[in-house]
């Protein structure tokens, strides 16, 4: 099974997988250290780099799942679906014929399997966040616009902790309509209106 698991077709999904434990790691001793790797996030990551916009038509980007999931956990769920679709699709092959895909030709079903994947387990992801958000009151908390910018009418994501230090991702948008919130801004939450919360900056 090792040399299944390190053969050179299957190397692709051999990298997504490590990149999800190293990951892991990662963000387990930022938590630790009261951060998150979702605040370092760079921009081009998101389809969705000017906030989300939730009137909009739905889109290959609302399909996926991005208008739905923070970057970093969408990001982490599409690692995971590719390494196990791959895995998955040259081990039937394995088993069935004893040969294993060429990377060329199994990365394409692989692709194929990791969008399903966002997408279905994309909405229940983002119902079990969304059932978790409500239950906290986040009101009075501090955010950290994690990236894209917003603007009133035009949300995008921020990182909070609430008042058990728990890390929590939100669609945030400015109380007024001539201020907008770049990427790394901190913000003070006031209301939630929908999913949306409203908010100004914070200055400490």
Known sequence: MLEFILANDNLPYMVCATVV?????????AR???GSLGMLMDEPL????????ISEEPSLASWLGLD????????ILALISFAIGGFLLNLLTWLSFNILLPQEISVWPAFALTSVS???????????RGEDEDAD???GNIGILTLGKAIKGNPAEALVHDDQQRIHYVMVEPQEEDV???AGTRVLLLQKDG????AIPFES
Do not use: T, Y
């Open 21 to 29: 434990v190293m990951l892991g790691v990662i963000e387990a001793m």
């Open 32 to 34: 630790l250290a009261g």
């Open 46 to 53: 998101a389809l969705q780099s000017s906030g989300v916009d």
């Open 68 to 75: 739905r999931l923070p970057v970093f956990l969408w990001f």
């Open 118 to 128: 966002c997408h279905l387990l994309g909405k229940q992801l983002a119902w079990k």
């Open 137 to 139: 009151n986040l009101c």
């Open 180 to 182: 907008a919130f770049e």
């Open 195 to 198: 999913v949306i919360w409203r």
